[in-house]
């Protein structure tokens, strides 16, 4: 638990740093393209117009009501933190690999560097969160006392991603195979959290739909839309926000541990 504490301690003190690094990464990023940051908010929009017209056109979900509203802002709602997630844990788990020439070179909080991919992609995260609003708005989604809980469950989402992902970079140095490896977990998850499909209905077994909410990723996914277009409150499931934050807190004490270990050899090891 002294690591954990170390952890938090290291991002607090160093947040002005967090927050300038990945402004300059994101400018980076796309300043040899032609629409420059205007990408990292298209290709989402694109992928989202993709998967609509697949799932919600083409396999006939689009007339059918999930939640009492159409298929394209219930998937929406789900689609935009997953996507946040996606890309902040595959990006954090690189981001020690990444940044070796600075590790090495310098004196540098090796554990916020994962912190800064995460809040790197915050600003795509944000604009897509407001346009899945307004898609809801458009089609009769209307604000409710449940829309507060969006800040639960964006506190609880950025949990997750600062625990996997110091979990993740250190395992990565490590386990070289680890990143190729995560990228495919995480395209299997991606259709097992619930974001293109609605698994919390009578025509899939209740075994099955217990097993999938144990799923961190199916906690903040449902969470969301539950903050949107549902009507129960996160306390009014204890089990599932308890296992939640049961597996936070086991990939925090283990990444922690990890990280603190093995810190000064990361260079080493790369």
């Known amino acids: 638990m002294k690591e954990v504490i170390t952890l938090f301690k290291e991002q607090i003190k160093n947040l002005g740093i967090i927050f300038r690094i990945s402004k300059y990464e994101d400018m ?3 300043q040899s393209h032609y629409l420059g940051l205007v ?3 298209l290709y989402p929009l694109i992928q989202i ?13 689009g007339g059918s009501s999930m939640h009492g509203i159409s298929y394209l802002p219930w998937m929406m709602i789900g689609i935009t933190p997953w996507f946040f997630m ?5 990006d954090a788990s690189k981001s020690i690999f990444q940044r070796v020439g600075m590790v090495s070179k310098m004196k540098f909080p090796v554990s916020i560097l994962p912190t800064i991919k995460i809040v790197g992609n915050l600003n795509s995260f944000w604009t897509m969160l407001v346009i899945s609003i307004v898609v809801g708005l458009m089609n009769h989604v209307t604000p409710s006392i449940y829309w507060l ?3 639960y469950y964006f506190f609880s989402m950025i949990m997750l991603m600062l625990a996997l992902s110091i979990f993740n970079s250190a395992v990565s140095i490590l386990v070289r195979d680890f990143h190729v490896l ?3 977990f995480m395209r299997m998850l991606f259709y097992m959290s619930g974001v293109l499909f609605n698994f919390e209905t009578d025509s899939f077994p209740a075994i099955f739909v217990r097993i999938l909410q144990l799923n961190p990723f199916f906690y ?3 969470g969301f839309r539950q903050s949107m277009v549902g009507k129960v409150w996160f306390w009014e499931q204890p089990t599932l ?6 597996i936070v807190l086991f990939f925090l004490l283990v990444g922690s541990h990890l990280h603190y270990k093995f810190r000064s050899r990361f260079v080493d090891l790369i």
Request: hydrophobic share 55%; glycine share 8%; aromatic share 24%.
């Open 49 to 61: 117009g993709i998967y609509w017209l697949v799932f919600g056109v083409g396999l006939k979900h």
């Open 39 to 41: 990408w990292e908010y």
């Open 220 to 222: 903040i996914v449902s």
């Open 149 to 151: 809980q969006f800040v």
């Open 182 to 184: 995560l990228q495919s």
């Open 241 to 246: 926000t308890i296992v939640f934050w049961l």
């Open 28 to 30: 980076a990023s796309y």
């Open 86 to 90: 996606n890309r902040a844990i595959l």
